[in-house]
């Protein structure tokens, strides 16, 4: 019986989480309240407490778990046992820049102003540059397994920092040409 109590804690805590995340990503941090989370969720506002210390703590974790699951898509979309190496990195960049649900956006375009040192604690500035890190090294992982990939090192460090950069540019404008660009020069430039 207490395993069960665990598990079903367990699935609470984590739609809290995929609830918060997706608003964060949706409407920043500051568009996260805990009773609209927590009704979302299904449960009610009194019960946040037994999962969260503070809000605080939910938002970092919700970053951290937004990061880790866009990570495991990254390379669930880039490398396949069913796909080719060859063409790895370009399969990354168009799963990129694919049409989202804006609560599925790239955590680092959503979130960048509001990880901020000036803008966030220090907890939720780590969660953030693990995050990008953890963004980055799979994006190094992928075009390293891509053979047909030919970009260098410091290729890969703008070519990185080109797409998320258009990927933001993209978003705040309402203008696609800044990452249809970036994703056809990565895309020419990979093969």
Same mark, same amino acid.
């Given at each position: 019986m207490g395993r069960s109590n665990r598990e079903q804690a367990d699935k609470n805590r984590q739609r809290i989480v995929d609830q918060a995340g997706a608003t964060m990503r949706g409407g920043g941090v500051g568009a996260v +309240?805990? +009773?609209?989370i927590m009704a979302r969720a299904g449960l009610t506002q009194g019960g946040f407490y037994n999962h969260f210390e503070s809000k605080e703590a939910l938002i970092t974790e919700a970053c951290s778990s937004g990061f880790a699951r866009s990570v495991q898509n990254w390379k669930a979309r880039a490398i396949s046992t069913r796909q080719p190496a060859a063409g790895a990195l370009k399969r990354l960049v168009a799963f990129y820049f694919a049409k989202k649900p804006v609560e599925q956006s790239c955590p680092m375009v =959503? *979130?960048? !102003?509001d990880a901020a040192p000036h803008n966030a604690s220090a907890a939720l500035n780590e969660a953030y540059r693990e995050g990008v890190g953890q963004f980055f090294s799979t994006f190094r992982?992928?075009?390293?397994?891509? /053979? %047909?990939? +030919? *970009? +260098?090192?410091? !290729? *890969? &460090? &703008? =070519?990185?920092? =080109?797409? &998320?950069?258009?990927?933001? *540019? %993209? /978003?705040a404008t309402g203008d696609k040409k800044w990452a249809a660009e970036v994703e056809r020069g990565l895309v020419g430039s990979s093969t």
């Open positions: +309240s805990i +009773s609209e =959503a *979130l960048g !102003q992982e992928i075009a390293h397994t891509d /053979r %047909s990939c +030919s *970009l +260098s090192e410091e !290729q *890969l &460090v &703008v =070519a990185f920092a =080109a797409m &998320v950069g258009a990927n933001m *540019l %993209s /978003r």
